[in-house]
């Protein structure tokens, strides 16, 4: 099956610092990546979607300014947190899914980022 | 109300028993369902898409009610490796050309020896 990774898997950083998170599709061009965010006994919540050249679609009560997402090749999309504080430590996982995918096609998703704000 | 709401168990299952649970979702439109697993502190894997008829892969055999708006997955002779959470998962909105999904909170499964 199609292969996602995640970089770094697991980050911790002070309070007030910017942490990137890399995503990367390995052996497919993703189209379209998927950024989620799953705090513990939660589900996983969609924080934004990023089409590979175009700005991302963030959703409701995700701060843009915050969370930077940049998707400059169909293998790579980046998140990052921005002036991180101890609320913002949470799982941090991605999807991608390839060229040609029909709405709800199998999102692949990458092992995901531990994040630990002090 | 959620948009996709589970039972979050947990379920302890003896080694070798049948295990069932369900999955409400609150959008009449949703056109795609999915079961995903998630383990301890890993990220969730496609376990099975569900289909309209029901279909079964296995030891697993999910069921959609678009009446009732739910989805169910069934676990027969329970193997310890099947301990895990189980994450419904429902493609919300068939305008949307992203494919977006939206994720239960998953329903815990224990399997006992």
């Known amino acids: 099956g199609a292969v996602v990774s995640q970089h770094p898997s697991r980050v911790i950083c002070k309070s007030g610092t910017s942490v990137k998170i890399e995503c990367r599709s390995l052996?497919?061009?993703?189209?379209?990546m998927f950024w989620y965010r799953q705090f513990p006994k939660q589900s996983l919540m969609l924080m934004a979607t990023?089409?590979?050249?175009?700005?991302?679609?963030?959703e409701q009560g995700v701060e843009k300014d915050k969370f930077l997402i940049n998707h400059a090749s169909l293998t790579l999309s980046t998140l990052t947190v921005t002036s991180a504080h101890p609320e913002d430590s949470s799982f941090y996982i991605c999807?991608?899914?390839?060229?040609?995918?029909?709405?709800?096609?199998?999102?692949?998703f990458g092992p995901g980022t531990r994040l630990l704000v002090l | 109300r959620k948009e996709v709401e589970q039972d979050p168990g947990p379920f302890n299952v003896p080694e070798g028993a049948t295990v069932a649970f369900n999955c409400t979702y609150s959008?009449?439109?949703?056109?795609?369902f999915f079961w995903y697993r998630q383990d301890c502190r890993k990220e969730p894997k496609l376990l099975m898409s569900?289909?309209?008829s029901g279909n079964e892969d296995g030891r697993f055999t999910a069921q959609l009610n678009r009446a009732s708006q739910y989805i169910s997955l069934l676990i027969r002779d329970s193997k310890l490796s099947d301990s895990a959470t189980y994450l419904c998962?429902?493609?919300?909105?068939?305008?949307?050309?992203?494919?977006?999904?939206?994720f239960g909170a998953g329903t815990q499964v224990v399997v006992t020896p």
């Open positions: 999807s991608a899914r390839g060229a040609g995918g029909a709405p709800g096609e199998t999102q692949y």
């Open positions: 052996d497919f061009q993703a189209t379209t």
């Open positions: 990023s089409n590979e050249g175009s700005k991302a679609t963030y």
């Open positions: 959008n009449s439109a949703s056109q795609s």
């Open positions: 569900v289909y309209s």
């Open positions: 998962v429902v493609n919300v909105s068939p305008t949307d050309s992203w494919g977006k999904l939206q």
